[in-house]
């Protein structure tokens, strides 16, 4: 079954230190792999994805995240973080069912990531 | 800016009411989706629509029925809602065919409280 696991419901950081919210895949293909952040009451905006090709993905906001395949992670990260990035951040893939196109998400549970000023 | 529109971005309704959830997109997308987020929790899929058909039902209760009247508009019609079913209700659009990648354009959701 396909599915991705966010271990972390909380994390906290310093303004200005370095942030990962861990994320790991459990794919029965090659995944294709995606980054959400949601703001309070608001929808989901799209971060990032790897579909293939560099393991290092960079998306919005100065966020990038690793692709791991021997260890079935995807990592998000940021040099620096920012206070305004505190938010809820969703890892999700895509249904690996390469038939199919439509879009279909499995989301992790989330990851509540809070920078201290 | 958001380019999937949702209204209202608020609903209250009792058990017995009929509503309607509305969602636009002018992307040329031509999958959309209603997706139900309960606080701190990850978006659940509801429905999917494909060229305007229904694609996907997530085994969604008869409470909820979707409609797609043209590629740029979704509606999700309620009626006899219980009050478990109060959540944020997230319209989302994507491309579809070969090359199409999986990123969805997701609006800032309507949040639905049922008396």
């Known amino acids: 079954a396909q599915s991705v696991a966010q271990p972390e419901d909380q994390v906290n950081v310093a303004e200005g230190n370095p942030l990962t919210v861990k994320c790991t895949y459990s794919v029965s293909g090659n995944p294709y792999l995606f980054w959400y952040v949601q703001y309070p009451n608001r929808g989901l905006q799209f971060l990032l994805k790897?579909?293939?090709?560099?393991?290092l993905v960079k998306g919005s906001y100065g966020f990038e995240a690793e692709f791991n395949k021997s260890q079935t992670s995807f990592h998000l990260k940021k040099p620096s973080a920012l206070v305004s990035d505190s938010a809820l951040y969703f890892c999700a893939v895509r249904d690996p069912d390469r038939g199919s196109t439509l879009g279909r998400l499995y989301f992790g549970r989330g990851t509540q990531l809070t920078v201290w000023p | 800016d958001t380019e999937v529109t949702q209204t209202p971005k608020h609903l209250v309704m009792g058990m017995t009411n009929k509503k309607s959830l509305k969602c636009e997109q002018h992307?040329?997308?031509?999958?959309m989706y209603w997706y139900k987020q309960k606080a701190k929790k990850p978006p659940e899929l509801m429905f999917v629509?494909?060229?305007?058909?229904?694609?996907i039902n997530e085994s969604v209760p008869s409470r909820f029925s979707p409609e797609c009247p043209n590629s740029s508009l979704l509606n999700l019609h309620l009626h006899a809602l219980q009050p478990e079913d109060s959540a944020l209700y997230l319209c989302a659009s994507s491309q579809t065919g070969q090359g199409f990648t999986g990123e969805l354009f997701f609006g800032e959701g309507s949040r639905l409280t049922v008396l």
């Open positions: 790897y579909i293939t090709g560099d393991n």
């Open positions: 629509y494909s060229y305007e058909k229904l694609s």
């Open positions: 992307m040329g997308h031509r999958a």
